[in-house]
């Protein structure tokens, strides 16, 4: 039965080829989108989860609290000092590790040098993140101070046959590291991610003030694993008082939270975890859902706009007494044999995609053929789509009344609404309206954040990190690059212009209550030149200089500190910062260093020569960019020849804090193009049966005077009316969405006017034009031809 079911679906097939390859590229099509967004969505969605226990992995979190009991934000950074002491007191917690992101630093093995992520942990890391190790103990591996663990990437970098175990390499041209282990590459989506790490009692070797543990500073994260038998609660109770028990006068708490649970659901308010990227993620998944609804909907459209030719045969089919499941399994069969054709075309489309999908967002996705798990998935799909594709034109059909086909006068079953082929179509362009909307709202947003003044100048501003000989000889190094004209300003500093990273409180300022002491304020240390360098704007004062010995314990507060200190004239105000007393010499406008999407902390830059990290250029514009570069590498390198010259530009950094929404408005516009594109097919298709169902009609009317204009208007005012439909549910809809997702933004654009009606227009006359090809064809066709028609 199976055998004659598939040789009539061939055949069929075969005769209708057009309706069939409209069929085949319009799956294809929406199974590739569907496939590639799900793909997305598994990478984001398995993220920390692909190691061995890591459902009992756990990040420390801590609630910063004011005097009013408020908690003003939550982090995952911790000190230095809580991890030890977790360990010793808190029941259920079998491993704990502190984790230190060191950053870019150089390794090196005599021959060849790099500079790679390194961190800092406790031996306890290992047991945590259970690593694949490739050759070493992991039980020892950071046990001694020298140590170093690679990835397998990194040993291939260092040693070319990649046997690195127990061999020296140097790090940071200051200290000899013996490696004790390789570990399998870790995969992207994976927020412990390193080139080599390295044992936290390195880190105390190479920084003596590490070892003290310090419970105000918070720079440091802490990863615990839980037995399987721990309470979190009872945990958490526990670890909400234990700063306060070691710090006096402390006001935050801690707690732990499930470090798989922190990529999607890492946004929290009141110390509780409100969501954060799931939200964009349930919208791809929508988003595949309902390009694959479109795609199936394309299919029963077509399926039953073409009934009239299969009536014959099923009338004939039941007459000789086939019975309806017979008949519902010969057209499920054919659905689901197109549907394996698409399930190959979109395969194909897929591998040839991947590369370019993966440039467009910047990550890695790839298919692992050889997981029976994706083969479940694919297979899922098929018979997913088929009997969703195929269910609705095998009951219609199979539901023909024999007498009636055989005389052709098809009449539909009472089980299936009327309008339901109108009404499909109706909610796929309904959805591609919702679309259309969301990606101009999406495009509007970003482009709102992208012209909201950044507060410094970021053209033609480059930052490189201030490594080796760059911090002992930076004033030799800022006369040498001056000289040479490849830069007119620069400036060391404790952070980069592009990237929020340090904070503090305690501050003190005359006027100040005992509250104000937990107000958090931003800072970076700098030296002579910052504004100079960078552009930032003055309101008053001046920047530090050199004609101001007293400048050694000088500051410059933004206006939103200005404006939290209540300082009406804030130059010339002593002021106590880390204990010390300095002097508010000058007043800058606010710029953007966290967030684009949100105020930011006021912000304290203080002058301190000795607290560097990063450089900061202002290049030439007289000179063109590759001799700047040329200018610099070369000055650079005379000064500080061990370590590779790292340059950066300022505004490449700026732009990836829009990297999130730059995601989502990619994916909404490819896919959201796709999806009308499949709509269309399927009208193209309804529009070409129609007008077929209709040629003896067409025929008779232009024997009789029709003009072709009225032709027209009759195949096309029909379609017309649905699309009118489709605006009138999908605008609504889409409005409603787009203002809760706007929601979210404290900085945020409207919903214009002009994007409603850019919607309505483009998908009307989409529409229009395809069906218009077929009607002004209808048409045009040669009356005698359409007489002679059946």
């Given at each position: 039965?199976?055998?004659?079911?598939?040789?009539?679906?061939?055949?069929?097939?075969?005769?209708?080829?057009?309706?069939?390859?409209?069929?085949?590229?319009g799956?294809?099509?929406?199974?590739?989108?569907c496939?590639?967004?799900?793909?997305?969505?598994?990478?984001?969605?398995?993220?920390?989860?692909?190691?061995?226990?890591?459902?009992?992995?756990?990040?420390?979190?801590?609630?910063?609290?004011?005097?009013k009991?408020?908690?003003?934000?939550?982090?995952?950074?911790?000190?230095?000092?809580?991890?030890?002491?977790?360990?010793?007191?808190?029941?259920?917690?079998?491993?704990?590790?502190?984790?230190?992101?060191?950053?870019?630093?150089?390794?090196?093995?005599?021959?060849?040098?790099?500079k790679?992520?390194?961190?800092?942990?406790?031996?306890?890391?290992?047991?945590?993140?259970n690593?694949?190790?490739?050759?070493?103990?992991?039980?020892?591996?950071?046990n001694?101070?020298?140590?170093?663990?690679?990835?397998?990437?990194?040993?291939?970098?260092?040693?070319?046959?990649?046997?690195?175990?127990?061999?020296?390499?140097?790090?940071?041209?200051?200290?000899?590291?013996?490696?004790?282990?390789?570990?399998?590459?870790?995969?992207?989506?994976?927020?412990n991610?390193?080139?080599?790490?390295?044992?936290?009692?390195?880190?105390?070797?190479?920084?003596?003030?590490?070892?003290?543990?310090?419970?105000g500073?918070?720079?440091?994260?802490?990863?615990?694993?839980?037995?399987?038998?721990?309470?979190?609660?009872?945990?958490?109770?526990?670890?909400?008082?234990?700063?306060k028990?070691?710090?006096?006068?402390?006001?935050?708490?801690?707690?732990?939270?499930?470090?798989?649970?922190?990529?999607?659901?890492?946004?929290?308010?009141?110390?509780?975890?409100?969501?954060?990227?799931?939200?964009?993620?349930?919208?791809?998944?929508?988003?595949?859902?309902?390009i694959?609804?479109?795609?199936?909907?394309?299919?029963?459209?077509?399926?039953?706009?073409?009934?009239?030719?299969?009536?014959?045969?099923?009338?004939?089919?039941?007459?000789?007494?086939?019975?309806?499941?017979?008949?519902?399994?010969?057209?499920?069969?054919?659905?689901?044999?197109?549907t394996?054709?698409?399930?190959?075309?979109?395969?194909?489309?897929?591998?040839?995609?991947?590369?370019?999908?993966?440039?467009l967002?910047?990550?890695?996705?790839?298919i692992?053929?050889?997981?029976?798990?994706?083969?479940?998935?694919?297979?899922?799909?098929?018979?997913?789509?088929?009997?969703?594709?195929?269910?609705?034109?095998?009951?219609?059909?199979?539901?023909?009344?024999?007498?009636?086909?055989l005389?052709?006068?098809?009449?539909r079953?009472?089980?299936?609404?009327?309008?339901?082929?109108?009404?499909?179509?109706?909610?796929?362009?309904?959805?591609?309206?919702?679309?259309?909307?969301?990606?101009?709202?999406?495009?509007?947003?970003?482009?709102?954040?992208?012209?909201?003044?950044?507060?410094?100048?970021?053209?033609?501003?480059?930052?490189?990190?201030?490594?080796?000989?760059?911090?002992?000889?930076?004033?030799?190094?800022?006369?040498?690059?001056?000289?040479?004209?490849?830069?007119?300003?620069?400036?060391?500093s404790?952070?980069?212009?592009?990237?929020?990273?340090?904070?503090?409180?305690?501050?003190?300022?005359?006027?100040?209550?005992?509250?104000?002491?937990?107000?958090?304020?931003?800072?970076?240390a700098?030296?002579?030149?910052?504004?100079?360098?960078?552009?930032?704007?003055?309101?008053?004062?001046?920047?530090?200089?050199?004609?101001?010995?007293?400048?050694?314990?000088?500051?410059?507060?933004?206006?939103?500190?200005?404006?939290?200190?209540?300082?009406?004239n804030?130059?010339?105000?002593?002021?106590?910062?880390?204990?010390?007393?300095?002097?508010?010499?000058?007043?800058f406008?606010?710029?953007?260093?966290?967030?684009?999407?949100?105020?930011d902390?006021?912000?304290?830059?203080?002058?301190?020569?000795?607290?560097?990290?990063?450089?900061?250029?202002?290049?030439?514009?007289?000179?063109?960019?590759?001799?700047?570069?040329?200018?610099?590498?070369?000055?650079?390198?005379?000064?500080?020849?061990?370590?590779?010259?790292?340059?950066?530009?300022?505004?490449?950094?700026?732009?990836?804090?829009?990297?999130?929404?730059?995601?989502?408005?990619?994916?909404?516009?490819?896919?959201?193009?796709?999806?009308?594109?499949?709509?269309?097919?399927?009208?193209?298709?309804?529009?070409?049966?129609?007008?077929?169902?209709?040629t003896?009609e067409?025929?008779?009317?232009?024997?009789l005077?029709?003009?072709?204009?009225?032709?027209?208007?009759?195949?096309?005012?029909?379609?017309?009316?649905?699309?009118?439909?489709?605006?009138?549910?999908?605008?609504?809809?889409?409005?409603?969405?787009?203002?809760?997702?706007?929601g979210?933004?404290?900085?945020?654009?409207?919903?214009?006017?002009?994007?409603?009606?850019?919607?309505?227009?483009?998908?009307?006359?989409?529409?229009?034009?395809?069906?218009?090809?077929?009607?002004?064809?209808?048409?045009?066709?040669?009356?005698?031809?359409?007489?002679?028609?059946?």
């Amino acid at each position: 039965m199976f055998k004659l079911n598939l040789k009539i679906a061939l055949r069929n097939l075969w005769k209708h080829k057009t309706s069939s390859i409209i069929n085949v590229v319009g799956l294809a099509i929406g199974l590739a989108s569907c496939l590639l967004l799900l793909l997305y969505v598994s990478y984001e969605w398995s993220f920390d989860k692909k190691f061995k226990g890591s459902e009992g992995v756990y990040q420390v979190m801590t609630n910063f609290v004011d005097a009013k009991g408020n908690i003003q934000e939550t982090s995952d950074a911790t000190s230095n000092a809580i991890g030890p002491v977790i360990k010793q007191e808190t029941p259920g917690i079998e491993a704990v590790s502190r984790v230190c992101n060191a950053g870019q630093q150089l390794i090196a093995n005599g021959e060849n040098s790099f500079k790679k992520e390194a961190k800092y942990a406790d031996p306890d890391n290992l047991k945590i993140f259970n690593y694949e190790f490739i050759a070493g103990n992991p039980s020892t591996a950071l046990n001694t101070a020298k140590s170093v663990v690679l990835t397998e990437r990194m040993a291939k970098l260092l040693f070319k046959d990649g046997d690195a175990l127990n061999k020296s390499v140097r790090y940071n041209n200051e200290v000899d590291l013996k490696v004790t282990g390789i570990i399998k590459d870790l995969p992207a989506n994976y927020s412990n991610t390193f080139d080599f790490l390295m044992p936290w009692s390195l880190f105390e070797t190479l920084l003596d003030w590490v070892k003290r543990p310090q419970w105000g500073n918070y720079n440091w994260q802490t990863v615990v694993r839980v037995n399987e038998q721990a309470d979190i609660s009872l945990i958490n109770a526990k670890l909400k008082g234990i700063i306060k028990r070691n710090s006096k006068d402390a006001t935050d708490e801690s707690f732990i939270y499930k470090l798989s649970d922190r990529h999607l659901f890492g946004e929290f308010l009141n110390g509780k975890s409100v969501g954060g990227d799931i939200e964009r993620i349930y919208l791809f998944i929508a988003l595949a859902v309902g390009i694959l609804l479109i795609a199936c909907i394309n299919f029963m459209n077509m399926a039953t706009a073409k009934s009239e030719r299969r009536a014959k045969e099923v009338g004939i089919k039941k007459t000789i007494g086939a019975s309806r499941a017979s008949l519902i399994s010969q057209f499920l069969t054919e659905s689901i044999l197109l549907t394996v054709i698409s399930v190959l075309v979109a395969i194909v489309l897929v591998e040839v995609l991947l590369p370019t999908f993966n440039n467009l967002l910047n990550i890695e996705l790839s298919i692992d053929y050889y997981s029976s798990r994706y083969w479940v998935g694919i297979l899922s799909v098929i018979l997913l789509t088929g009997l969703l594709s195929g269910s609705y034109p095998a009951l219609y059909l199979s539901a023909f009344n024999p007498i009636q086909t055989l005389k052709r006068k098809v009449t539909r079953t009472r089980v299936i609404p009327v309008s339901l082929r109108q009404v499909l179509v109706i909610g796929q362009f309904s959805f591609a309206i919702i679309l259309i909307i969301a990606t101009l709202v999406i495009y509007k947003q970003v482009q709102f954040i992208k012209d909201k003044p950044v507060g410094y100048d970021l053209n033609l501003l480059v930052e490189m990190p201030q490594d080796g000989e760059l911090g002992k000889k930076f004033d030799l190094f800022k006369t040498e690059l001056l000289k040479s004209g490849a830069v007119t300003a620069l400036y060391q500093s404790s952070l980069s212009l592009s990237n929020s990273g340090s904070s503090f409180w305690n501050f003190e300022w005359p006027g100040m209550t005992k509250a104000d002491k937990d107000v958090i304020f931003n800072q970076i240390a700098t030296t002579y030149d910052f504004t100079k360098t960078n552009g930032i704007q003055m309101v008053s004062g001046r920047d530090f200089s050199k004609s101001f010995a007293s400048d050694t314990a000088a500051l410059m507060l933004s206006s939103t500190a200005v404006k939290l200190m209540g300082l009406k004239n804030p130059i010339g105000t002593p002021v106590k910062y880390h204990g010390n007393d300095f002097t508010v010499v000058g007043v800058f406008n606010d710029f953007i260093w966290g967030s684009p999407y949100y105020t930011d902390r006021p912000m304290v830059i203080a002058f301190n020569p000795g607290w560097g990290g990063q450089i900061t250029m202002r290049l030439n514009p007289n000179n063109n960019l590759t001799k700047n570069v040329e200018l610099i590498t070369q000055v650079t390198k005379q000064i500080n020849p061990a370590y590779p010259v790292d340059l950066k530009f300022v505004n490449d950094l700026y732009a990836k804090k829009l990297q999130g929404e730059r995601v989502l408005g990619i994916l909404s516009n490819l896919f959201g193009g796709l999806a009308i594109f499949i709509s269309c097919l399927g009208l193209f298709g309804l529009a070409a049966y129609s007008a077929e169902q209709r040629t003896k009609e067409f025929g008779v009317r232009k024997v009789l005077g029709a003009s072709v204009a009225s032709i027209m208007q009759l195949l096309s005012v029909a379609f017309m009316k649905m699309i009118l439909v489709a605006v009138i549910i999908g605008v609504p809809i889409a409005y409603y969405l787009m203002n809760k997702w706007l929601g979210h933004f404290e900085f945020r654009t409207a919903i214009s006017w002009w994007i409603i009606v850019v919607a309505i227009f483009g998908t009307s006359v989409i529409a229009f034009l395809t069906v218009s090809f077929q009607a002004y064809k209808a048409a045009k066709a040669n009356p005698v031809d359409a007489l002679k028609y059946e």
